[in-house]
């Protein structure tokens, strides 16, 4: 028997017994402990054949010996590996399959049904849930049976319950039958007060009672009710089990209390308890949620070499590939699904393709694979919901593929399905792909082929419609007006301008259709749209219109286009509110264009937005760190604009107020003011610059040529 507990297929040869041909068994001595006697029978009798009457170059061939017999140790490790998985699956479907009797009469009906004609097919009625009940609570629960067989809310079930008389009587089990029958809502709605009559009627509280109750409202993810009722159990000293544990581990995943996780597993250790995988899985969890993804990846090494117990499964791997998806470690997730599938042979789930093809849409580098992965995902049988497509969107908004994103979009949008429908985070990266989309010079229709991206025109078909079949939809009034998305009647957008409309019929009817989707940060993305396509004019419309500053601040002289259509009806839209991006993306748009009017009214806005209520209240969810970054970030964009419009007094003082606050200014930042230096013979500013960025020489005076060149 071998350690796992399988046992050989055959048993032993005796010594001296031959094999074939008279070829001997090999010696006793010679014997592995951890292979069986056949095995090494076979191997001994194919080295034999093959040995050579040389008997020279004995070092060599016992080395080559040693190297074999550690390949084929390995082979037959990951043999018994693989088998013990095998039989760890066909255990647990077997532990799935309901424990269920089907009389011979229930098998005679289900027969006579298959049987009949369609109108007259019947099956056995199914199991009903108060079948489940113990008998004293079914006597009990007068009344009470038919509501829970109507599904009746459990409120009314337990008001029922109190009216014959509680718990008052019944012992342990028989509430335990009570909360079995409670679906996972019921318990974490009606739980405490469950918990609340045992109480009252005496009735002991157990470890068991308290894991069903937290398992429904780890179900829920009601942390705050998980933790205080574990807190309930250490004070009643009721002992948790591993599964009181497993559940306070998804409490502490849903809180990213990393600290608190910690607490509990070295309590569980103090109190023996050996933590089994859903603990591991929810310690890995917390530290992902937490973005610790160094102590996660430690965990999931420690317990990938732990024991076969706690070896990673499809759920493990889930969060680990979810985890590199979240930090942008696609190579780590790519390494970890070969793990998974090649080397563990686990079938990946529906979870393991939307995390791989997530991981993958965050690298631009793995834009095809994230397609190929989408592709074997529907060949797996799965449906590519919502969230798979806006995986996908989002893999296009990084590469600029406006023309597939826009084809994705339409597909959801015509697919009729409320599940299907875009939703923000679809229309996010919707705008990425505007904004990082450049217009080819031809005008050739967009086609799918295999040599761009390895999937030929059968696969794309799986994932989006051409355009002839979106406009038989349309022509059908399969879609409703208030639905049909406002793109152009054309495959490709051919120029800036082009481009720069269509975003804008987008944002317009998004605000007019759904006005709850719309937010800042979706229209600044409309604004790095109108940066990246030189639609200066459109900024500014945007600026002004679509947002507003909490003072109420214009742009001044600032010339503004009128808007092309329905300029009333445009305008009036609300107008939201600005934010510390906002104002970085307009002093960015300001230094691109070089306008430094704009660049002026721009920083005065976001001055006074600063000394306003709403910022205060955005602070709330920027650290100082990133406050930081983006003053600086407003800065050096306001020295640029200053240096390109010859102002470079100006522009060195800004640089060292900056530098008075601690900041140390790189080179590279400060290139434009340098240049700028040289170019209008300016020795004190071309000083200046060297000497706050650390480059200044007290004996160099070579400026000075530099500048005359």
Known sequence: MFRNG????RRQLAAGRSLNNGIAAPRKGNLLPFVCCNCQARRDAATWRGKSNVKNDKPEKKQNNMLSQIKRLEAHVQHMERAYNDHLKKRAATESLPDVELTEEDKDKAYASLMAPADMRFLPAPRKLTTLLSEPMKRRMVGGVELINQRAPWEQVLDQLELNGGLEGLDTQDAHTLLIVMSMEGRASVGHRLLAMMEEAGVEKTTFTYDLVIHGHAALEN?????????EMAEKNISPSKYTYGNLMKAFAIDHDVAAA???FQEMH??????????????????????????????FNLIKLKSTSTAPDVDAYNTMITGCAQNGETERALDLWADMTVRRELVPDEASYRAIIHACAVNKQYFNEAWKYALDMKNAGYILNAQTQNELIQACGKNGELTRARLLVRHMVGSGRADMLPDKFTYQNLLR???NFRPRKSTDKFSFTKDSDGLNKTDKAAFVQNDARIERREDNDFEDDLV????????VLENNREVLDEAALIINWLRDVSPELVDTQMLNSYLDICINHLGFEDFKWSYKYD??????TTLGEVTILPPKTADEELANLPALPRNLYTFRIALQAASQFRNLKFARQVMADREAYIKSEPHANQLAGINDEERYNLDIQAQLAMIDVLAISDLLGEARDRMEMVAKTGYQWKWTQLRTLYIKAI???DPEIIMAVKRITGKANPQDTRYTSVART
């Open 547 to 552: 947002l507003m500053n909490p003072t109420n």
């Open 262 to 264: 910690a607490a509990a």
């Open 6 to 9: 399988i046992v050989a297929g």
């Open 484 to 491: 049909r998305i406002p793109f152009f009647e054309k495959s």
């Open 679 to 681: 170019q209008l013979e």
């Open 433 to 435: 792909a505007y904004s």
């Open 223 to 231: 942390s705050t009710a998980i933790r205080e009722l574990f807190a």
């Open 270 to 299: 103090a109190c023996g308890i050996e933590p089994n995988l859903i603990i591991y899985t929810g310690l890995i969890k917390t530290c992902i949620n937490a973005k610790d993804y160094d102590m996660a990846s430690q965990i």
